[in-house]
Nanobody
């Protein structure tokens, strides 16, 4: 069973950048498809980005495409989300997730979740 822990959130001005990290332990990192989700206050959790176990395939929601990139470092058992040109509407708790299968866009595609890290973008 894999455990996930996010870090790197914080307060940033609109137009700024942040890099989130998701450290994984307890499993074979490259065997898991992984994803980032976010949950704005009072709203449902939504897909942000996904990456395959071998990093060859990535996927992004339309709202972040062109601004965010996703990557993973097998040697460090860590996944990253580089967020550029941040907007106030990006404000949310960001959660990483892992699945024994291929990554997907739905919450139920994932078996393992971190607790999240808060990102707040001021205007």
């Amino acid at each position: 069973q894999v455990q996930l822990a996010e870090s790197g959130g914080g307060l940033v001005q609109a137009g700024g950048s942040l890099r989130l990290s998701c450290a994984a332990s307890g499993g074979s990192f490259s065997s898991y498809g992984m994803g980032w989700f976010r949950q704005p206050p009072g709203k449902e959790r939504e897909f942000v980005a996904g990456i395959s176990g071998n990093s060859r395939r990535t996927d992004f929601s339309d709202s972040v495409k062109g601004r965010f990139t996703i990557s993973r470092d097998t040697a460090k058992n860590t996944m990253y989300l580089q967020m550029n040109t941040l907007k106030p509407e990006d404000t949310a708790k960001y959660l990483c997730a892992a699945t024994l299968g291929d990554y997907g866009r739905a919450r139920w595609d994932y078996q393992y979740w971190g607790r999240g890290t808060q990102v707040t973008v001021s205007s």
